[in-house]
Nanobody, 123 residues
Framework: QVQLVESGGGLVQAGGSLRLSCVASGSIFSINVMAWYRQTPGKERELVAIITNSGSTNYPDSVMGRFTISLDNAKNTVYLQMNSLKPEDTAVYYC?????????????????WGQGTQVTVSS
């Protein structure tokens, strides 16, 4: 019963910045991991940033130094700050969450995906 709602996508010129937001709502007990993935037509979905509830982060070389992921546990919200954007960053960006949720009086961990938001970087 968890929903991930994304915002912040759009069209920017190369060198510009965007900040994506993803809010998790529902019967959430705790969040273990949140992340951002991206995908273009004909290509596999790739991880661009990941963060644990302890604050550990990881990035691929393609975005290292340009993207920053952060997590607000109190608001169940993850952000992706994207700076120095390049045309090759153009993709649909998806929010991901690994969360422990309530089902009646019981808890279990499961994975959720957002609907995706388009980021387009022009030359």
């Amino acid at each position: 019963q968890v929903q991930l709602v994304e915002s912040g996508g759009g069209l920017v010129q190369a060198g510009g910045s965007l900040r994506l937001s993803c809010v998790a709502s529902g019967s959430i007990f705790s969040i273990n991991v949140m992340a951002w993935y991206r995908q273009t037509p004909g290509k596999e979905r790739e991880l661009v940033a990941i963060i644990t509830n302890s604050g550990s982060t990881n990035y691929p070389d393609s975005v290292m130094g340009r993207f920053t992921i952060s997590l607000d546990n109190a608001k169940n919200t993850v952000y992706l700050q994207m700076n120095s954007l390049k045309p090759e960053d153009t993709a649909v960006y998806y929010c991901y969450a690994d969360a422990q949720v309530w089902s009646g009086a019981k808890k279990y961990s499961t994975i959720y995906w957002g609907q995706g938001t388009q980021v387009t970087v022009s030359s």
